[in-house]
């Protein structure tokens, strides 16, 4: 069994006790990602639209790192503190990945609160596009 740690100084780093990504089996497997500016490690300003951008974002960087991107990933889960702001979010969920032919398998789950104050927080599963070999 092949695995690898991926870590990326161009998305936010993941918490001392874990990993941006591990690539192993040819998946990818991403940790839950916040809408974090990368400097100050603090949840980005603009609500629940500008940081569902900011999670898509942060999500595909460190899949490129990984060797993979957002059009591969086949198993996507939102966290959300209000399914007030559930369209909200699909709007601009929707922005990135409606272009694809194939959707991701997803969950949205509603949860009282998530770390620092985020309104969201994703995490996914992708098939790894490169070899491991060549990362």
């Given at each position: 069994m092949s695995r690898k740690t991926i870590y990326t100084e161009d998305a936010p780093a993941a918490p001392l006790n874990a ?105 996914c599963v992708a098939v790894l596009e490169m070899p491991i070999a060549r990362l």
């Amino acid at each position: 069994m092949s695995r690898k740690t991926i870590y990326t100084e161009d998305a936010p780093a993941a918490p001392l006790n874990a990993s941006q990504a591990v690539v192993c089996n040819g998946m990818v497997h991403c940790s839950g990602s916040l809408a974090l500016e990368g400097k100050t490690m603090q949840i980005i300003p603009g609500g629940i639209q500008a940081e569902t951008h900011r999670v898509l974002e942060n999500l595909s960087t460190i899949l490129k790192a990984a060797g993979s991107s957002l059009a591969s990933v086949i198993k996507l889960n939102i966290f959300i503190t209000s399914m007030d702001d559930f369209k909200a979010m699909n709007e601009v969920y929707d922005k990135f990945f409606s272009k694809f032919d194939q959707k991701p398998c997803r969950t949205c789950i509603p949860v009282p609160q998530l770390a620092l104050g985020a309104k969201v927080e994703m995490d996914c599963v992708a098939v790894l596009e490169m070899p491991i070999a060549r990362l």
